[in-house]
């Protein structure tokens, strides 16, 4: 369960629903403009192209491989404790 909290995703969670809002402000903005505004490619394009790639590649950073995790104990996957303390 603590998986499921974990910081990462709590970014995540937190960028997105920051994407969304503004999107949304946008989208009433747009509705509620008094005039249409020019379309100039260049701009368009940026803004479709830049956010997403900005995400993913916060994302290729942020999931990599953890450099502070610690190797795990023992012989692959055998238990750590020997057979006398089992037994006894």
Known sequence: MHDLFSS???KLLAVWLAALL???????AGQNWPE???IDLGWVVALVLV???LMGLW???GWGPSTTSKPPTGDGG???HSGKEQQG
């Open 59 to 61: 994302l290729l950073i």
């Open 22 to 28: 503004l999107s949304g402000g946008l989208a009433w």
């Open 36 to 38: 249409p505004l020019p």
């Open 8 to 10: 990462s995703r709590t």
């Open 51 to 53: 956010p997403p790639a």
């Open 78 to 80: 055998e238990s750590l």
